[in-house]
Structure formats: structure tokens, C-alpha cells
């Protein structure tokens, strides 16, 4: 069942592994398939040189495992509440990568300082608030999803310009049409935080990036007028 989605998934978790994103087993991808509702997800807590496409995990919207004998990853509720949510995407990324981790933990948005950033993001990078006692004692990997999602529907930003957010006190998911742009996201994202880290130090004053340029980046790239490339 979904064997060419299983590959996917497991190339994408192996590139978290490659990419430096995640050590020991601090991160995780899945990808959904949007005809069956089925989504592909790592299993949890399982070593990355154990990992391979036969034991990937099946589940169905509701969580319940369909396909695989391992527990399906601790973070799957969150995943499940952002594609029942975010019908566009198709892939989502979890890790605990350093740069954007360092952010998440001090509970700030990342500044697009540059065109670096508005080359993927259009705009900060936003950071959820603090999840409520009720929120972390209940259904706390739901709740981490429907606060990513209140943050989006709150401040009126589409997840397609998006695709990345920062739980507070937490780290980052990134997604996207597929799980390896997902994973490309995470991978810019952990660079861009690292640069806008970098540039604070440097000028702990320095302003975001001009609209007009953040613009032309970003939609040079992205939408209908984008022209960059060979397509």
C-alpha cells in the first residue's frame, strides 16, 4: 500500500538525517495521500540507520494505524490537525534543528532581513503563543497542531507563502505540496535562522527587508508571474 509514497517519506526522513536537521531520533516527515486520506509517517522513536520504507507506518485521518507493526510518530496528531487543515499541502517536517529552535525556545518571530528569506518566506516566520496548562495536559500533540492553525487563521496567513512556523518553546514544522519540499523548507528555514541570528548580533537594530523587495523576491519565485528557473 502506497509503496511510492513510502519511498518518498523514508527519502525525506534520511535527508533530515543527511541535512544535519535532526541527531538521535529528534525529528520526523510524512506525507499524505489526498485521493485515500492516507498519510505515510515515521514511527517513533526509531533509530534513522534502522529506518526504511517497509517499516514506515499507514494511518487514516483518526490516527488509527492501517498499515506497519511500530508505533506511528508521538508528533502524528499534530501532523493530522495541519492536513485536515492545510488541504494544500502535501508533506509536513518536524525537527528540533538549532538555529530555528533557538528562536522557538525564546518566542520570537524570524524578521525577513534579507532576500535570502523572501526567496521561500513571505514575510516573519511567525511563532505561536504559549500553549495553556488545559492545552499541554490534554491532547497535547492536537493542540500543538490547533495552535499552529489559530495563528495562521488569526493573522490571515496562507500557508502556501508560509511554510514554516515556530511552536513556542518547542521548534519547527515546515510542509509543502510534497514532503521532499517540506524537507527543502526545513532546510532553508534552519539557514535562514541562523542568518537573521546572525544579523542581530551585528545590528540588533537593523530593520525587515522593504516591502518592494520582499516582494519581488518572493513572487519572482512563487504564483502565477513567477519567472525563475526554467519552467
Known amino acids: 500500500m502506497l509503496d511510492e509514497l513510502k519511498k518518498e517519506v523514508y527519502k ?8 544535519g536537521l535532526v541527531i538521535l531520533t529528534w525529528g520526523n516527515a510524512s506525507a499524505i495521500d489526498r485521493e485515500t ?25 483518526n490516527g488509527d494505524v492501517v498499515e506497519g507493526d511500530l508505533k506511528p510518530s508521538s508528533d502524528t496528531k ?5 492536513y485536515k487543515h492545510f488541504n494544500s499541502i502535501g508533506g509536513i517536517v518536524h525537527t528540533h534543528s538549532h538555529y530555528a529552535t533557538s528562536w522557538a525556545q525564546a518566542g520570537k518571530e524570524i524578521p525577513p532581513f534579507g532576500t535570502t528569506h523572501a526567496d521561500t518566506f513571505y514575510g516573519n516566520i511567525p511563532c505561536t503563543r504559549p500553549m495553556s496548562y488545559e492545552e499541554i495536559e490534554g491532547s497535547y500533540e492536537k493542540e500543538t497542531g490547533r495552535v499552529i492553525v489559530e495563528l495562521f487563521r488569526n ?12 511552536v513556542k518553546s518547542h521548534g519547527p514544522f515546515t510542509w509543502g505540496q510534497s514532503v521532499a519540499e517540506a524537507v527543502e523548507n526545513a532546510i532553508i528555514l534552519e539557514e535562514t535562522a541562523k542568518m537573521a541570528f546572525n544579523t542581530e548580533l ?22 502565477k508571474d513567477a519567472y525563475y528557473g526554467q519552467y
Do not use: C, W
Open 202 to 223: 551585528l545590528n540588533h537594530n537593523q530593520e525587515p527587508i522593504e516591502s518592494v523587495l520582499l516582494n519581488k523576491h518572493f513572487f519572482r519565485k512563487h504564483g
Open 155 to 166: 493573522n490571515n496567513i496562507d500557508e502556501n507563502n508560509m511554510g514554516a512556523v515556530l
Open 37 to 61: 486520506g492516507l498519510i505515510v509517517i515515521k514511527p517513533s522513536g526509531v533509530e534513522y540507520d534502522e529506518l526504511s520504507p517497509n517499516n514506515l507506518v499507514v494511518i487514516n485521518m
Open 12 to 19: 525525506a526522513n534520511m535527508l533530515l538525517k543527511e541535512s
Open 78 to 82: 499534530t501532523h493530522i490537525e495541519l
